[in-house]
């Protein structure tokens, strides 16, 4: 494989890694979001925007505290004086714009912003049943302590689209649950969620991977580690509780240490 292909296929990965991670985030009418200086963050909106506005950027300018209060005070005929100072003064209280403190690029339902500067402003995006305002906070971030892919959800519209896919029979509902996560796909209004859960008992390694969670069903996918030194057959009845539908895995005779897929199908309470 050329250093070429090589690059171009991590790239790809780092993009899919990305999405699959991306930060969920309910439309409101102004949402306030932190975006880390330095890297390209990705916001996708699930509508054609059609018109973007950006107030002015806000520079981030410290004020020592012994000039902070006369040059809160508003100016006036009377204290021209004052006035004086404050213009001589080295540190001021007020807001430097500055150029190109932040770059913002869009596509027809993605806006890209990377900012180079710490400070504020505000996005007015048009498209929606209602305008959105968002209002943007940059900051230096460490690595990995912040979201580099925004996703809005229109949550009203999920679950109409929810409830068109699970308006068919009980049982073909579980088996189209269980296709959709197989194949790391997730059906239409289901909303996609990291797993959390970790842990071990009787010598069985649980590993909870991802959700896929619609109105009335949701599906998980697992991990199941056989850390004992004896091989085990797993059985379904070994994981049904209340609210289980189904329980099916890729194979159910594990080898000491050997790993295996667990797929579940339960109502969403």
Do not use: C
């Amino acid at each position: 494989m050329n250093n070429k292909l090589l690059i171009k296929i991590m790239f790809l990965f780092n993009i899919v890694t990305i999405v699959l991670f991306a930060k969920q985030v309910p439309i409101q009418k102004v949402v306030s979001i932190t975006l880390p200086i330095g890297v390209p963050s990705i916001i996708e909106f699930p509508f054609e925007i059609k018109a973007v506005k950006a107030t002015s950027f806000i520079y981030k300018v410290k004020i020592k505290k012994d000039n902070s209060l006369d040059l809160l005070e508003p100016l006036s005929a009377n204290n021209k004086n004052r006035q004086q100072n404050a213009k001589q003064n080295k540190v001021r209280q007020k807001d430097t714009f500055v150029n190109k403190p932040i770059i913002i690029s869009r596509t027809k339902r993605v806006i890209t912003i990377t900012p180079k500067k710490e400070g504020r402003m505000s996005l007015i995006i048009w498209g929606y049943k209602y305008p959105i305002i968002l209002d943007i906070k940059t900051k230096l971030m460490k690595k990995d302590s912040y979201d580099r892919y925004i996703e809005f959800i229109d949550y009203s519209q999920n679950k109409q689209k929810a409830f068109k896919f699970e308006a068919v029979p009980h049982e073909k509902v579980i088996i189209k649950l269980i296709r959709y996560i197989y194949n790391n796909k997730v059906p239409q209004g289901y909303t996609y969620q990291v797993g959390t859960l970790d842990y071990t008992t009787n010598g069985i390694r649980l590993i909870q991977v991802k959700s896929i969670i619609g109105n009335r069903y949701k599906a998980e996918e697992w991990i199941v580690e056989n850390e004992t030194n004896r091989s085990i057959i797993l059985y379904p009845q070994m994981f049904y509780t209340n609210g289980i539908y189904a329980v099916t895995f890729e194979n159910n005779k594990l080898r000491p240490k050997e790993k295996v897929r667990m797929f579940i199908v339960a109502k969403n309470k």
